[in-house]
């Protein structure tokens, strides 16, 4: 348990750190002379570097275990967040933003394979992974807001440097902190009839469809958000907008019961009520901005722990870092498509209507549930 709160802890200062930046890197590229086409690009290829770090990480959590991906993710996260304040023209962001996509893409499949492996059974693991979102969200709650200060008092230079630091101090701080020797590889479950894959280790392609979907409507959210014109008038405007979404996922993911319910279910519900929040926006219903984006964020609440509960129920412990890179995988060329394609159709359409019809195409991709036949049942029935 000691593991587990250590590891809470800082996921939160990382994800604290990350998130800080969302209302800070597209004023902060306009400053730099980025164009909005460029600005998505930018945005893009932080998660285009990923893939390769996905596909690495994968094979090597699982050989040489998460403490020192997590470690070293960290550090050089910091390293280069503190070059990313030095930068003098949008290509100096581009690059530094790529090597950053590439070195943290170790980080997210190296926290779920601990706790994974911390799990006792189907539901531990599925409360593990809730308090993960519950770490994530609050971080993400307080931080762009805290970003947006830092950057009206002391400048980008200065906020990105401080923020750089606390990656590098966390990173330190995790190498005495992280225990693995505690950690237990579970029995992995199936998951229970009637909302559920019934087979332990086997799960459709077409499942990795909702988190790509999922991270390409965020990019297009985060692309959108800087963007609007209330929020041009002020940074701090715009973090206020995005800390509205992370109360929203405070929201479900305080609803403990959820966990409780099949994580297919919850991923299919979640989706589809994200997706017609896309849609109410893409023809400007009346609801006002910020209870749309405190609507998507709870959406968010539900989808993010039930994709790893589901992942983690049905996948054998020595897995587990394979497959939660591919959930990273997924996430990542996600977030590499939604900004450009927003950058690129927003004089032409909405880029809220092309994040519904990517929900949309998702959860009709999805796998029905169906409950396993019992073989010897079959026998007894033919004979």
């Known amino acids: 348990m000691k593991t587990v709160m250590w590891l809470y802890l800082f996921i939160f200062v990382a994800f604290f750190d990350l998130h800080a930046q969302f209302p800070m890197l597209t004023p902060f590229a306009i400053s730099l002379g980025a164009a909005p086409s460029f600005i998505g690009f930018i945005m893009g290829i932080y998660s285009l570097t990923h893939l390769p770090g996905n596909l690495l990480a994968g094979y090597s959590v699982d050989r040489f275990g998460s403490k020192p991906f997590i470690v070293l993710s960290l550090i050089a996260a910091g390293i280069l967040l503190i070059a990313q304040g030095h930068v003098q023209n949008p290509w100096q962001l581009l690059a530094v933003r790529s090597v950053s996509g590439f070195v943290l893409a170790f980080l997210s499949p190296a926290c779920l394979a601990l706790l994974a492996k911390l799990a006792r059974d189907k539901v531990h693991q599925s409360k593990l992974m809730s308090g993960n979102g519950l770490v994530h969200t609050l971080a993400s709650v307080v931080s762009p807001a805290a970003g947006a200060l830092l950057v009206a008092k002391f400048g980008f230079t200065s906020a990105f440097v401080a923020l750089g630091w606390g990656l590098i101090v966390t990173g330190v701080l995790a190498a005495f902190g992280v225990k693995e020797r505690g950690a237990v590889p579970s029995t992995a479950p199936k998951l229970q009839p009637g909302g559920a894959l019934p087979e332990k280790g086997r799960l459709p392609w077409l499942f990795y469809g909702v988190p790509l979907a999922l991270s390409c409507s965020q990019g297009i959210l985060f692309f959108e958000l800087p963007l609007l014109a209330e929020s041009r008038t002020s940074v701090v405007e ?128 999805l796998p029905p549930p169906h409950k396993k036949t019992n073989p010897t049942s079959t026998r007894t029935k033919t004979t």
């Open 238 to 365: 715009t973090g206020i907008l995005f800390s509205l979404v992370s109360i929203g996922a405070l929201v479900t993911l305080a609803m403990v019961f959820l966990n409780h319910t099949p994580p297919l279910l919850r991923t299919t519900f979640g989706a589809l009520a994200l997706a017609l929040v896309f849609f109410g926006l893409a023809m400007r219903w009346p609801v006002p901005l910020p209870v749309s984006l405190l609507l998507i964020g709870m959406a968010k609440g539900i989808i993010f722990p039930a994709l790893a509960a589901l992942l983690a129920s049905i996948t054998d412990a020595g897995k587990y870092g394979r497959v939660f890179s591919v959930l990273s995988i997924a996430f990542s060329l996600g977030a590499f498509f939604g900004p450009i394609v927003a950058g690129q159709v927003r004089d032409h359409i909405s880029p809220y209507f092309i994040a519904f019809l990517v929900l949309m195409g998702a959860v009709a991709l």
